[in-house]
């Protein structure tokens, strides 16, 4: 068996980061399992910019993002495998990995991050009636063909989904020379960052519709066309509304599913709003040297965010090598999301890890106008941060620092929810 202080699985964006970090920090021994045969993840194919505006202060493409963490990588001379998919991992961090040169690798860290990402939502988990021809695909598959293989997959597309991968495709096929007739809404909003729907849609005139979706698919050997429907606030199509739009491409962009079949073999606890791993405040999971980052941890928008926090990763698990004792003490602080708030990363805060501060993620659950978000410790309300819009697209973040933590010693819950401005 192979041993390593420190095990990464996935080299994308969010384990290059931790990469480094952990090197940074004085580990040597590292590796890096990749199931692709190139490290940078997901944004090989986002070929689009807008990556790196917080981190670098420029607009980049994905490659270019992510290319910077991978000659890092390289400069640090950090060991990677690519080609190399991990099929299994247990809770006595003992890690089983194949590829095509070693064949069968079994591997013990003395600490594994886990940064493997997310996949999409197919088909088969939406349930649309109608026939199974071709022409459907994942928006993201559908990326992959046209900015990395050079295939186009259709000429008169359907969007179902208004996140930020449907929202980029229908612009990146309009780009390629299709028509884009739609992006269909099941929700009365978009879940898409803003900029992507003033800059994928509304500058190519490509209608949004909201409330709607797609209710049949038609087509024998290949798709012919979509009816949908406008649905009702339980999300039921309402009959007479329906509409029948010809294509040949339905792209679907319905959502991400963080990659935790592995998490859950080693016993590592979900969230079931996430999907992700439950975390305290160094990313350490309920397996002691089990750390998380980016969107196996949860869904992020910005690339910067991942890279921040896989950091903060890769940092941690460094001292956890080094000695280091994360796990969840008696007085870990409990962190709660209400009114409107959805879930938190992190979920658990040990006041005595904390150094200067630590960032909560969350996201909440419905778009709200000129409201606030409260920070309560126990029952009384330390902050108030007025917002004039929140969305689910977008991913808030609040600061909770080590002079809070001072103020309430014996504080037991900190609430974040969603109040009156
Ligand atoms: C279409 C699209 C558009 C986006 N646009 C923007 C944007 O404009 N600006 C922005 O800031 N962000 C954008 N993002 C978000 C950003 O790209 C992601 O947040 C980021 O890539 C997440 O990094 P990650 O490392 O967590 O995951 P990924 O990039 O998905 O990397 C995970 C890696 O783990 C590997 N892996 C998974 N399982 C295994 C296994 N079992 N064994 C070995 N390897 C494994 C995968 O092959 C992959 O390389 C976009 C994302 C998408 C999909």
New binding site residues.
Partial sequence: MMEYDMVI???????LAAAISAKEEGIEDILI????SQL????NQ?I?N??GLHTFKEELT?PEYSHRYIKKVLDMKISYKLN????GLDSDKIIT?VNGEDGILEIKAKAIIL????RERPRGALNIPGSRCAGIFT??TA?KFVNVEGYMPGKEVIVLGSG??GL?MARRMTLEGAKVKAVVELMPYSSGLKRNIVQCLDDFDIPLKLSHTVIDIKGKDRLEGVTIAKVDKNRKPVKGTEEYISCDTLLLSVGLIP?NE?SRNADVKLSKVTNGPVVNESLETNIEGIFA????LHV?????N?SIESHMAGKNAAKYIKGMNFKNKKDAIIVEAVDGARYTVPKFINPDNIDKFVEIRFRVGNVFKNKAIAIYFDDSRELKLKKRILTPGEMEQVRITRAMLDKYPRCKKITIKVEEE
């Fill in positions: 699985i996935g080299g994308g964006p969010a384990g399992l990749e199931r692709d940078g993840g997901i944004l986002c689009h807008g990556f994905g190399t998919m991990v099929i990995a940064a493997m990402g997310c928006a993201g990326q930020d991968i980029i990659e592995l980052c980016g969107n196996v992020h928008d910005l690339v910067d991942v």
